[in-house]
Every structure is written in structure tokens, then in C-alpha cells.
T-cell receptor, first 114, second 117 residues
Framework: GAGVSQSPSNKVTEKGKDVELRCDPI?????LYWYRQSLGQGLEFLIY????????KSGLPSDRFSAERTGGSVSTLTIQRTQQEDSAVYLC????????????FGQGTRLTVV | GDSVTQMEGPVTLSEEAFLTINCTYT??????LFWYVQYPGEGLQLLLK?????DKGSNKGFEATYRKETTSFHLEKGSVQVSDSAVYFC????????????????FGKGTLLTVNP
């Protein structure tokens, strides 16, 4: 596609429910990132996929969070048993693998846990 | 590990004032450096970049020079406008710990700029 696509754009869920957030990266981009941006906060790194390498999961805040990337393209971020503190905008970005290649961001999914 | 430190905001300026947002980094090897901008209600977008020492990235009147000796990439603009009000993020791309082709982007926490008319 022309850009990074994320769905849904908005999600309201009840505390304790599971949610899945989807990211479609730019075609040909082998690197894919998930970030979280809470109200008034900076970017919090969550997870990084690069080609067939093992993902860097060092930013996932708890074991309720998981992500996968199928076929080296689409990625899904899953949050189990959501809590109110999970409310944030979840951003996905993709890039080529070269050091000088910038990341392109999607518009994000605004998650609200009530 | 790699890290980016940028000045904490918020920064509030009057229109036509000079802007500097400081950014310093730590990284192994020779990273590429970026400034991203997030306008209110919009997604992050690349503002400018520099890929090697002494390179100057520029766009929309903003400039930043890659200073290897001071490990810095400060963002400057000579005369800001109200439309420059946004959050600015400094970032670097460097090889991950596993090396090879595993490049990873690391972001600073962002600096909120408000420009008043």
C-alpha cells in the first residue's frame, strides 16, 4: 500500500477484555515497530521485528502484551485482560533495513479501556 | 545500549523567535540521525535526517548538523511560526546488538513546542 495502515483507528473496550490491533506495513519494508504513546507522553518502544530475526520484545510492559508478524508482513499486537493503564495510542511503523532509512508511521490506534 | 536524550519541554516561543531543541545520543558505530515531527492530531512524520558526520539535514526552514565529536544533533530554526507548534522527536538508527543487518530506531521522549502569535 501507499503507507502504513493500522486498524481499527479507535477501539473502546471493557476492562478485562482482550484486544487485537493490526498493522499493515509498507510493501517491501522488512522492519516493523510497535510503539505506545500515552497522553502527554513520548514514544514508548514495545517491540521490533526485522526480517526472520528473533523479535526484540524488550519493550513489552507485561506478559499480557504479545505481538506476531505473519509472513514478514502484517503484524498483530494483542493485549490480554486489558487494564485502564493500557489506554493509549498504539503506533506502528515500518522501514527498510538500511541505517539511513527513516521509519514511516501509521496513524495509530487509539485504545480506551473503560 | 543506544539512547537519545533531548531537552525536556514544553518550549514556548513567540512568532519569529529563534528555536533550538537540543539532542544528544549514545550509540555504537556510526548511527544515522533523524528529527520527526508530530503536528496536533496527526501522525509522526520525518522532518529531516543526516547519515554521516558533519552532514546537515534541512527541511521547512529547520536545520540540524550531525556532530560526531559532541554526539549531538540539535534542531534549529531561525524564525518560528505558529504552524510549527508540534511535538519534535530526535531519533537514531544503529545496528542492534546482534549486528548484521539488524538496524533499530531509537527515539527520544519528544519536546512539545508551542509558538504564540
Amino acid at each position: 500500500g501507499a503507507g502504513v495502515s493500522q486498524s481499527p483507528s479507535n477501539k473502546v473496550t471493557e476492562k478485562g477484555k482482550d484486544v487485537e490491533l493490526r498493522c499493515d506495513p509498507i510493501s517491501g519494508h522488512t522492519a516493523l515497530y510497535w510503539y505506545r504513546q500515552s497522553l502527554g507522553q513520548g514514544l514508548e518502544f514495545l517491540i521490533y521485528f526485522q526480517g526472520n530475526s528473533a523479535p526484540d520484545k524488550s519493550g513489552l510492559p507485561s506478559d499480557r502484551f504479545s505481538a506476531e508478524r505473519t509472513g514478514g508482513s502484517v503484524s498483530t499486537l494483542t493485549i490480554q485482560r486489558t487494564q485502564q493503564e493500557d489506554s493509549a495510542v498504539y503506533l506502528c511503523a515500518s522501514s527498510r533495513v538500511w541505517t539511513f532509512s527513516e521509519a514511516f508511521f501509521g496513524q495509530g490506534t487509539r485504545l480506551t479501556v473503560v | 545500549g543506544d539512547s537519545v536524550t533531548q531537552m525536556e519541554g514544553p518550549v514556548t516561543l513567540s512568532e519569529e523567535a529563534f528555536l533550538t531543541i537540543n539532542c544528544t545520543y549514545t550509540a555504537t558505530g556510526y548511527p544515522s540521525l533523524f528529527w520527526y515531527v508530530q503536528y496536533p492530531g496527526e501522525g509522526l512524520q520525518l522532518l529531516l535526517k543526516a547519515t554521516k558526520a558533519d552532514d546537515k539535514g534541512s527541511n521547512k526552514g529547520f536545520e540540524a548538523t550531525y556532530r560526531k565529536e559532541t554526539t549531538s544533533f540539535h534542531l534549529e530554526k531561525g524564525s518560528v511560526q505558529v504552524s510549527d507548534s508540534a511535538v519534535y522527536f530526535c531519533a537514531l538508527s544503529a545496528k542492534g546488538e546482534s549486528g548484521g543487518s539488524n538496524y533499530k530506531l531509537t527515539f527520544g521522549k519528544g519536546t512539545l513546542l508551542t509558538v504564540n502569535p
